[in-house]
């Protein structure tokens, strides 16, 4: 999924002068105060996350939503109530999510969609296929690259170590790069590249006559895995419903995919979308790996993190301890803040926080040193579990096997009510349950 | 390789109203005359294939040129003489040609490209890759087609076993379905699609805004089986020239191809091309399967044969016996004297007729009936041999194996001279030899 690349224009159809630029390649609010997404929710016609939707969550999964949802960072969704409907029906549904792998080790705004959506798969229980589009940074590279791909495959499975650090379910997680994948997906591509046309490519993600046409043939390739029949070996010839969790600038992508489902009579897959996570200098941006300044990277040392806070995170405080008591901080614009609202968990602390840090009781230095311990003790969890992952651990979340569709729960109580009544269960080669008399 | 396929305007390039239009997807003459080659050769910088070029293959080869070399059929080519510096220094190169699978029986016109095609493959003993465009056939279809690809994956199949009857050399022939194999070609698919830009693929192809953007992807999937590295179980990583040959209309995928193979650093292939096949009804247009009457199809029976041709072909002659033999004969609008042309072996008998027909003194009945007996045993060969193809045959072309890249010849002239100077020989396991002490 391309974050960074400028190269695309953005949007024609979502730039105007006087407001936010937000593409899958440009992200850029018109002040410090970050993207109007009351605004985008508007423009891209998706639905807020209303307080009796995350109750009818809660309800469904049984304990309290993410943090994330709690506070608005998943901020919006289309159709997540056929997904619960599906759940509450006990019929399976499954996740989808990627990560286009960039040179860089990723920062701390990857590891949002990441950070959720296994929190999703964790309450859920459900199969997630994560896409590491492999192609596609390839093909925006502007470099040449006299060896094709090699390097941005490489790359990839270099993240997929980074993105197993997240903890998915090994049993109901499959990961696949375009590369390696694109002979499974190729008829589906090629069902979604005969039903949009040049010019709605152009409309939905602003090319240009000057782009390469591997950017016109890609946005169908990150539309496929939200079709179920394009993993035959999870899901047979079935068609489930799918969740995409993304950031909000990948909408266009899902769009796209929802238009064209309806034409080959596939399922429209559900999203929810998430805000950015705003660069250190500000909301302005969101974090990005061409600039090794705005971002806290998922490698970095807990010294370097503590003197990028310290050094580059704009704060919305007095200029001197003096102004910052009296006129209290302008948190709308406070990076520190907003990486608190994202990181801590606690949500009463963060109440305190915020009462404190806005009336000026609690100095920006103050505040930073509290980001600076959650964000130094998250990464270094996420670089323990790194190093514990193997070589063999991406060969096996990349493998084609089968992965069992229902949650645990679910077959757990299916067997005991099939012992009730007196038949035995066993799985068949592509992981369904069938029932046989004894 | 799209031929009957007109949704696609004419290439703006290509078309001027007081010319012929000659595209991948319509061939259009501006009168009964046929195509001006010469004009076309002009036009795409391509090079006749000269009386002293023809001396040359015929000194390479040790034998005759084919009939549709010394007649002008296959009439122009581009960088024919690398191969032949290639094969002169004991160099291995190899052919590529390929057909979009339609739904109905090859017709005379697509062998035309098989005859030759495997001509080329016996005299120089070569490998050989045939490219299925299941992926085009779809692409281009109007029909949504609710099941996708799988109607022109299986009718790919079929004209697989069409394409064996012209008796390619199961040692040395690899065929391959886009469908199926794409996840071996992928990597080069997005070389290619990197280095050309929408406003240069409408500019060759004259797509328009409006044309899906599976057209867009398309010519580069086409361009990378002139790339050895997209077999590697054949030539491992090595670059081995390719020589195409194909009809004239296929010269706008492969003049894209030779300009991104410069950008790539890969060989620029080389390429043989034919005339078309003229329709029944005259040369103004070329057989096609489209418009049945045109058409005389591989599964015609003997009956249908000569009914078609009685009943359809137009003649240059006069309308009635005595006004043909007082004016003669117009051979260059005679349809029946062209396909002699393509299909009589004989060149005395064909000079004998050309100058009595032209005269006056044959009649159009009568060159008719030498024609008639000419395509009635061509079909009835193919039909027999097409009989005896078996889908174990199918699979033997189609899978993924070694094939030696050296002509016998070279191989047992290596070897004769090994043994005298008392060294064994043995393949290894990618096909090449071998050299060991003993």
């Known amino acids: 999924m391309a974050e960074e690349n400028k190269t695309a224009a953005a949007s024609q159809e979502q730039v105007q002068n006087d407001d936010d630029v937000v593409t899958p390649f440009e992200i850029n609010a018109k002040d410090d105060t970050g993207i109007d997404y009351d605004k985008l929710i508007d423009k891209y016609g998706c639905f807020p996350i209303t307080p009796e939707l995350i109750a009818r969550i809660e309800r469904a999964i049984g304990e309290k939503c993410h943090r994330f949802i709690r506070r608005g960072i998943f901020f919006c969704q289309r159709d997540i109530e056929q997904i619960l409907d599906a759940y509450e029906n006990k019929k399976p549904f499954y996740l989808y999510t990627g990560r286009g792998p960039s040179a860089d080790a990723l920062h701390m705004g990857h590891c949002i969609p990441f950070i959720f959506t296994q929190w999703l798969q964790r309450v859920f229980d459900v199969p997630l296929v994560i896409q590491i589009t492999d192609d596609e940074k390839y093909i925006y590279k502007p470099e040449i690259e006299l060896d094709g791909p090699k390097g941005s495959i490489a790359m990839g499975l270099q993240n997929v170590k980074d993105i197993l650090a997240f903890g998915f379910n090994p049993d109901k997680t499959f990961i696949f790069s375009d590369c390696g994948y694109i002979g499974h997906m190729y008829q589906n591509v090629i069902r979604v590249q005969k039903h949009v046309n ?109 003197k990028k806070i310290n050094k580059y995170a704009k704060t919305g405080g007095g200029q001197t301890v003096e102004e910052h008591r009296a006129n209290g901080c302008d948190l709308e614009v406070d990076v520190p803040f907003q990486y608190l609202t994202f990181f801590m968990e606690d949500d009463d602390l963060l109440e305190d926080i915020r009462v404190k840090y806005a009336k000026g009781d609690l100095l920006s230095g103050e505040v930073k040193m509290q980001l600076i311990k959650i964000i130094q003790a998250f990464v270094v969890e996420l670089q323990t579990a790194r190093k514990k992952v193997t070589d063999a651990d991406v060969e096996h979340f990349m493998s084609i096997r089968p992965i069992e569709k229902m949650p645990t729960k679910w077959l757990a109580a299916k067997a005991s009510s099939a012992v009730e009544a007196g038949v035995t269960l066993f799985s068949d080669s592509v992981g369904n349950m069938q029932t046989a008399s004894v």
């Open 198 to 306: 040049y010019s709605q490519i152009k409309g939905i993600f602003g090319f240009k006559a000057e782009d390469n046409v591997g950017k016109f043939a890609f946005p169908p390739v990150q539309a496929v895995p939200a079709f179920s029949n394009t993993f035959p070996h999870i899901f047979g010839k079935g068609h489930f419903p799918c969740l995409i969790p993304a950031a909000i600038d990948q909408d266009p992508y899902f769009r796209m995919t929802r238009d064209i489902a309806q034409k080959l009579k596939y399922k429209k897959p559900a999203s929810i979308y998430s805000t950015f996570f705003p660069a250190l200098q500000g909301k302005k941006s969101k974090m990005s790996s061409s600039d090794p300044n705005s971002s806290i990277l998922v490698s970095d040392k807990p010294e370097d993190i503590k």
